[in-house]
Protein backbone atom coordinates (compact mmCIF):
# COMPACT_ATOMS: atom_id res chain seq x y z
CA UNK A 1 0.00 0.00 0.00
CA UNK A 2 1.02 3.92 -0.17
CA UNK A 3 2.94 4.85 2.57
CA UNK A 4 4.50 8.59 2.77
CA UNK A 5 6.45 9.18 6.21
CA UNK A 6 7.98 12.39 6.75
CA UNK A 7 10.55 13.14 9.20
CA UNK A 8 13.41 16.12 10.31
CA UNK A 9 11.12 18.31 11.57
CA UNK A 10 11.74 20.48 15.35
CA UNK A 11 12.43 23.19 17.25
CA UNK A 12 14.58 26.08 15.77
CA UNK A 13 15.38 29.75 15.89
CA UNK A 14 14.48 32.48 13.63
CA UNK A 15 16.77 32.34 11.16
CA UNK A 16 17.62 28.74 11.61
CA UNK A 17 17.34 25.53 9.14
CA UNK A 18 15.94 22.49 9.24
CA UNK A 19 15.60 19.76 6.25
CA UNK A 20 12.42 17.68 6.26
CA UNK A 21 12.25 14.10 4.46
CA UNK A 22 9.42 11.61 3.29
CA UNK A 23 10.51 8.56 2.69
CA UNK A 24 7.73 6.97 -0.03
CA UNK A 25 6.67 3.16 -0.60
CA UNK A 26 3.85 1.41 -2.32
CA UNK A 27 4.44 3.07 -5.78
CA UNK A 28 6.44 4.35 -8.92
CA UNK A 29 7.63 6.90 -7.10
CA UNK A 30 9.50 8.42 -9.70
CA UNK A 31 6.19 8.95 -11.93
CA UNK A 32 4.14 11.21 -9.30
CA UNK A 33 4.74 14.65 -9.12
CA UNK A 34 5.61 15.05 -5.19
CA UNK A 35 4.65 18.13 -2.93
CA UNK A 36 5.08 19.41 0.35
CA UNK A 37 2.01 21.03 2.33
CA UNK A 38 1.87 23.11 5.80
CA UNK A 39 -0.77 23.73 8.10
CA UNK A 40 -1.19 25.89 10.85
CA UNK A 41 -3.41 26.10 13.84
CA UNK A 42 -6.76 27.21 12.75
CA UNK A 43 -5.74 27.72 9.49
CA UNK A 44 -5.97 25.56 5.97
CA UNK A 45 -3.43 23.08 4.82
CA UNK A 46 -1.52 25.48 1.80
CA UNK A 47 1.01 24.08 -0.82
CA UNK A 48 5.20 24.85 -0.14
CA UNK A 49 6.08 23.44 -2.87
CA UNK A 50 6.46 20.64 -5.46
CA UNK A 51 8.25 18.99 -7.90
CA UNK A 52 7.76 16.80 -10.97
CA UNK A 53 9.12 13.20 -11.49
CA UNK A 54 12.14 14.27 -13.11
CA UNK A 55 12.85 17.07 -10.70
CA UNK A 56 12.53 19.43 -13.92
CA UNK A 57 9.25 21.23 -12.95
CA UNK A 58 9.63 23.03 -9.39
CA UNK A 59 7.20 25.47 -7.99
CA UNK A 60 7.27 27.26 -4.48
CA UNK A 61 4.74 29.02 -3.07
CA UNK A 62 5.29 33.44 -2.55
CA UNK A 63 6.56 33.28 1.22
CA UNK A 64 9.16 30.21 0.73
CA UNK A 65 11.01 31.29 -2.53
CA UNK A 66 14.56 32.39 -1.82
CA UNK A 67 14.21 30.31 1.57
CA UNK A 68 13.15 26.92 0.81
CA UNK A 69 14.41 23.87 -1.79
CA UNK A 70 12.57 20.57 -2.70
CA UNK A 71 14.51 18.21 -4.58
CA UNK A 72 14.15 14.47 -4.40
CA UNK A 73 16.20 11.11 -5.04
CA UNK A 74 14.14 8.89 -7.12
CA UNK A 75 16.60 6.08 -6.55
CA UNK A 76 15.88 6.20 -2.84
CA UNK A 77 12.00 7.21 -3.00
CA UNK A 78 12.54 9.75 -0.99
CA UNK A 79 11.70 13.97 -1.61
CA UNK A 80 13.52 16.47 0.75
CA UNK A 81 12.39 19.96 2.00
CA UNK A 82 15.35 22.25 2.45
CA UNK A 83 14.19 24.90 5.08
CA UNK A 84 16.67 27.63 5.53
CA UNK A 85 15.89 31.67 6.97
CA UNK A 86 13.33 30.04 8.64
CA UNK A 87 10.90 32.63 10.10
CA UNK A 88 8.07 32.23 13.01
CA UNK A 89 5.78 32.36 10.42
CA UNK A 90 6.94 28.73 9.17
CA UNK A 91 5.57 26.74 12.26
CA UNK A 92 3.08 24.43 10.99
CA UNK A 93 2.65 21.00 10.83
CA UNK A 94 4.23 19.64 7.42
CA UNK A 95 2.90 17.33 5.18
CA UNK A 96 4.40 15.32 1.95
CA UNK A 97 1.96 14.16 -0.81
CA UNK A 98 1.44 13.07 -4.09
CA UNK A 99 -0.70 14.65 -6.93
CA UNK A 100 -3.46 12.97 -8.69
CA UNK A 101 -2.45 13.06 -12.64
CA UNK A 102 -3.97 15.77 -14.46
CA UNK A 103 -4.48 18.12 -11.42
CA UNK A 104 -3.67 21.57 -10.31
CA UNK A 105 -0.61 21.43 -8.23
CA UNK A 106 -1.34 24.28 -6.29
CA UNK A 107 -4.80 22.70 -4.23
CA UNK A 108 -4.92 20.10 -1.21
CA UNK A 109 -7.59 18.19 -3.26
CA UNK A 110 -5.26 17.84 -6.23
CA UNK A 111 -3.60 14.99 -3.85
CA UNK A 112 -4.62 11.62 -2.73
CA UNK A 113 -2.26 10.25 -0.10
CA UNK A 114 -0.49 12.19 2.47
CA UNK A 115 1.76 11.60 5.13
CA UNK A 116 1.34 11.65 9.21
CA UNK A 117 3.33 15.29 9.17
CA UNK A 118 5.96 16.50 11.02
CA UNK A 119 6.04 19.57 13.17
CA UNK A 120 8.04 22.68 12.76
CA UNK A 121 8.50 25.04 15.46
CA UNK A 122 10.27 28.08 14.49
CA UNK A 123 11.18 30.33 17.39
CA UNK A 124 11.96 34.42 17.89
Known amino acids: QVQLVESGGGLVQAGGSLTLSCAASGFTFSTFFMAWFRQAPGTEREFVAGISGTSMIRYYTTSVKGRFTISRDNAKNTVYLQMDSLEPEDTAVYYC?????????????????WGQGTQVTVSS
Open 97 to 113: TRRIYGTTWNEARSYDY
